[in-house]
C-alpha cells in the first residue's frame, strides 16, 4: 500500500509525503547442515511473515537563482519470526537448531542538496547526506554467547556523503566542468568475540568500512569545422578497514586514474558522431600478508580482481543521424581491454585479461503528433581469463555473450486514453572453457544458455484533468539449461530442481487523483 501527499507552498515552495507499507507471507527453500558428508545435509521450508514500512518527505524551493530540496527517508523492517526450531531430523545436525532469521533493524537519511546560478553562464551543484543504519534485534533465545558479548548486535553504519560540482562557460566556445564526491561509510559495530578462536578466525566480528573520494575535472572547446573536442581527468581512491586475522589477499587502499578524451563533429544537420578514447590505471598500497591465528602466514599467491593493479583502454564510437523528420537512429561501439597484474609472487596465477565489447542501434519513428515507435538492439561480449591453484595449475576463460531486442509503441486517443506497449527479448550464452596448463584431469563447466522475454502493456483512462485509471499487463518469461537448476546433487543424495521454464503473469489497476 502506497499513499502520498504533494503540496504547492506559497514563496515557491512545495511539500511532498510518501508513505508504503509492504507485507509479506508465505514460505520458501531453506537448509541447514553441510555438504562435507551423506546425511549432513537437510532441506526445511523458511516461513515468512514480514512488514517493511517507508516514508518519503521532501521540502523543494524553486528560485531564480537558488533551487533547494531538503528531505528524511527512513526505514523500518520487521520479522515476526526470528527463528526457525527444528525438531527430529539427522542426529548430526543438532546443532544447528535454532537458526536465526533476519533481524528487525531500521535505517534514517537526512539530505539536503540544490543548485545555484551564480551568472549567467556559472552554476553549482551540491548535496550533503547523512544516514544511520541500526540492528538492535534481542539474539535469538537458546543459543549460547561469549561473556560480555550483551543482549544484541548494537549494529550501527553511518554513512556521510558530500558533492559538489561548478559548471562554467567563461569564453562563448569553452565550458568547465569540475565536480567532488566524497562518502563515509563508517561501520561502528562494536567488535566483541562472538565464538571460539580457530586457524582463520578469533572469533571476532570484523566491520566493514570503506571511504571513497572522488574528482573529476572537464574541458570542452568548439573547434572550426563543427568540431568540438572535449577532455576529462578522473580519481577514485578507495580506503578500507583491516582486521588482525586476514585469510584473503587484501590491501587497505586502492586508486584509480582515467584520463579521457572526446572529439564530437557535425557533420551535416542531420548527422552528428564522436569518438573517445578512455585510459584508466589501477593501484593502491601494498597488499598485506594473510594471516592465520594466532601467527601463521596464509596464502600470499593471487590478487583478488577487485583489488588488483589492473590498466583499462577504451574505445568508444557513437553517431546520431536524423534520416528524415520523424525518423532517427542511434548508434553505439564500446570496445575496453583491461590488463591485470593479478599474482603477488610472480608465479602468473590470477587475473591476466579481459575485454568487453558492447554494439547497440536505437531507433524512434513519429508517426504523428499522437503515436510514436521505438526499436533498439543491441549485442555484449564479455571474455575474462584467469589462471588459478598453484598445485594443479589450470586456467579459465569465462565468455558470457547475448542479443537483446526490444520494440516500444506509445499513443494517444479519444482525447481520454493512453497506451503503451513494451517488449524485450534476450539470449544469453555463458561459456567457462577451462583447461589444465600441466595435462592433469579437471573437471569441465557445461555452458549455460538463458533466454529473458517481458512484455509490459498499460491502459490510461482520464475521467477528469486530475483523475483517472491505469490498467497494467506484465508478462515475464525465464527459460535457463543452467545445469546448478537441473541435475545438481548433494552429498546426501539430495536433488534440488527447479522449472527451467518459469513463467509470469501481472495484473494491476490503479486510481490517481490530483488536488486542485
Do not use: C
Not at 556523503?161 to 562518502?183: D, F, H, W
Not at 572453457?433 to 490510461?460: C, E, H, M, W, Y
Amino acid at each position: 500500500m502506497t499513499l502520498g501527499f504533494n503540496k504547492y507552498l506559497p514563496g515557491k515552495w512545495n511539500f511532498k509525503l510518501v508513505f508504503r507499507d509492504e507485507q509479506k507471507e508465505g514460505a520458501r527453500v531453506f537448509a541447514r547442515g553441510t555438504t562435507g558428508g551423506a546425511g549432513n545435509f537437510e532441506f526445511a521450508p523458511e516461513p515468512i511473515d514480514s512488514t517493511t514500512r517507508q516514508i518519503d518527505a521532501t521540502f523543494g524551493y524553486n528560485g531564480e537563482a537558488l533551487q533547494l530540496t531538503m528531505g528524511y527517508y527512513g526505514t523500518t523492517y520487521d520479522n515476526k519470526n526470528t527463528a526457525i526450531n527444528f525438531t527430529g531430523g539427522v542426529a548430526a545436525l543438532s546443532g544447528f537448531t535454532p537458526i536465526g532469521l533476519p533481524p528487525d533493524n531500521q535505517s534514517h537519511q537526512f539530505y539536503v542538496a540544490g543548485g545555484y546560478n551564480f551568472t549567467p553562464t556559472t552554476r553549482g551543484n551540491f548535496k550533503f547526506a547523512y544516514a544511520r543504519a541500526e540492528q538492535d534485534d534481542l539474539f535469538v533465545t537458546g543459543v549460547p554467547l561469549q561473556p560480555g558479548v550483551g543482549t544484541n548486535l548494537q549494529g550501527r553504519v553511518d554513512t556521510t556523503r558530500a558533492q559538489l560540482g561548478i559548471v562554467s562557460r567563461p569564453m562563448p566556445k569553452l565550458t568547465l566542468n569540475a565536480n567532488l564526491r566524497y562518502e563515509d561509510r563508517d561501520d561502528k559495530t562494536p567488535v566483541l568475540q562472538y565464538g571460539p578462536t580457530g586457524s582463520t578466525t578469533d572469533g571476532t566480528n570484523e566491520p566493514r568500512s570503506i571511504r571513497t573520494t572522488f574528482g573529476s575535472v572537464e574541458g570542452s572547446y568548439a573547434l572550426p569545422a563543427a568540431m568540438r573536442v572535449i577532455a576529462g581527468l578522473d580519481y577514485e581512491e578507495k580506503e578500507r578497514n583491516t582486521s588482525p586475522i586476514r585469510i584473503v589477499s587484501y590491501r587497505e587502499t586502492t586508486d584509480e586514474t582515467t584520463y579521457r578524451l572526446e572529439l564530437r563533429r557535425s557533420m551535416s544537420e542531420t548527422l552528428s558522431g564522436a569518438i573517445g578514447v578512455l585510459h584508466a590505471d589501477r593501484g593502491g598500497s601494498p597488499f598485506l600478508t594473510t594471516t592465520t591465528f594466532p601467527t601463521g602466514t596464509g596464502s600470499n599467491v593471487i590478487a583478488p580482481i577487485h583489488l588488483a593493479d589492473r590498466t583499462r583502454d577504451t574505445v568508444r564510437l557513437t553517431a546520431n543521424w536524423q534520416v528524415a523528420d520523424p525518423f532517427s537512429l542511434q548508434f553505439r561501439i564500446d570496445q575496453s581491454q583491461d590488463e591485470y597484474e593479478g599474482s603477488r609472487d610472480g608465479s602468473g596465477l590470477g587475473p591476466r585479461e579481459a575485454d568487453v565489447l558492447n554494439l547497440s542501434v536505437d531507433a524512434a519513428y513519429n508517426f504523428n503528433d499522437e503515436w510514436t515507435g521505438t526499436a533498439w538492439v543491441s549485442q555484449n561480449e564479455s571474455k575474462y581469463d584467469q589462471s588459478t591453484d598453484p598445485t594443479s595449475a589450470w586456467q579459465i576463460a569465462l565468455k558470457s555473450a547475448g542479443q537483446s531486442y526490444g520494440l516500444g509503441l506509445r499513443g494517444k486517443f479519444l482525447n481520454s486514453f493512453a497506451v503503451g506497449a513494451d517488449l524485450t527479448y534476450s539470449d544469453i550464452e555463458d561459456e567457462y572453457k577451462q583447461t589444465s596448463l600441466v595435462g592433469a584431469a579437471i573437471p569441465t563447466v557445461p555452458d549455460v544458455s538463458t533466454q529473458l522475454t517481458r512484455l509490459n502493456l498499460f491502459l490510461k483512462y482520464a475521467l477528469a484533468k486530475n483523475q483517472g485509471l491505469r490498467l497494467d499487463y506484465i508478462y515475464d518469461q525465464f527459460k535457463t539449461d543452467d545445469w546448478t537448476w537441473t541435475s545438481w546433487n548433494f552429498t546426501d543424495g539430495t536433488r534440488l530442481t527447479q522449472n527451467p521454464d518459469q513463467k509470469v503473469n501481472f495484473v494491476g489497476v490503479s486510481y490517481y487523483f490530483r488536488f486542485q
